[in-house]
């Protein structure tokens, strides 16, 4: 790898880290109605406003070793985890992905997967401004790969529409409408192939991973999907094609 592209990859994610520091405004007020674009930061804790330097996504939250400075409140780990897990969910795109446009869409694509599935554990709910989100970048994903654009309509409803049955059928007691509304929108986005891989691997994530939490930390019985359908998602973004074609070869 050239010096060129290492500096690249450290643009990438310290761009990465940045929008990570807005995801945390969304995941902490979006949930409680407020505004993600007006009102200044502040401490939880105190109410004071953050300087600039007090605002640099990683870097703050370590140079002041996790405390706030005006009251020495701790501040909550969720920032540079949600920072340093965009950056590397960004860093991971671009590296399998390269610097095409759908990269750029697939990185805020997975910035919102993100986003939701923290909401989603937390309150149960992914907010209908995200699925929204999504489904625009579905559009728009979906109109920059032109020429397939029956994979993107089919993605729209290869898995949405089962669910809405599914939601219909048990009056909303074995799904979520959230979920339906984000599979749809992920859907366009990948075309119909991914989307349906990376639902099963949503599933399967959510056996899984839920049967362990269960058995091991006594977890709730009702689960929120959301953050095991992104997981699924995210990787059959990243790996499905390699997957499907390994997969057809087998019998071929
Ligand atoms: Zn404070």
């Given amino acids: ?124 709910e992914i907010p209908p401004g995200i699925s929204l989100f999504v489904l625009i970048l579905g559009l728009i994903a979906a109109l920059i790969d032109l020429r397939n654009w029956q994979t993107h309509l089919i993605g729209l409803f290869a898995i949405s529409l089962p669910l809405y049955l599914i939601f219909q059928l048990t009056q909303g007691k074995g799904i979520g409408g959230g979920d339906i509304k984000l599979m749809a929108g992920c859907g366009l986005f990948l075309g119909w192939k991914l989307i349906v891989l990376g639902f099963f691997l949503g599933c399967a994530f959510a056996t899984v991973i839920h049967l362990t939490l269960m058995a091991f930390k006594k977890a709730d019985r009702t689960l929120s999907f959301g953050p095991y359908l992104s997981l699924g998602i995210f990787v059959a973004m990243l790996f499905g094609h390699a997957f499907i074609d390994w997969y057809l070869h087998l019998f071929m």
């Fill in 1 to 124: 790898m050239d010096s060129l592209a290492v500096m690249m990859y450290i643009f990438v994610f310290l761009l990465g880290i940045t929008v990570g520091s807005f995801l945390n405004v969304c995941i902490l007020r979006i949930p409680a109605h407020e505004s993600i674009v007006t009102g200044p930061s502040h401490c939880t804790s105190c109410g004071k406003k953050l300087k600039w330097y007090e605002l640099v996504p990683l870097f703050s939250f370590l140079a002041l070793r996790g405390h706030c400075s005006s009251c020495k409140a701790r501040i909550s780990l969720q920032y540079p985890i949600i920072e340093a897990v965009n950056g590397c969910l960004w860093l991971a795109v671009i590296f399998l992905k390269g610097f095409t446009p759908f990269a750029a869409l697939a990185c805020l694509f997975s910035s919102a997967l993100l986003t939701l599935s923290v909401i989603d554990a937390r309150t149960r």
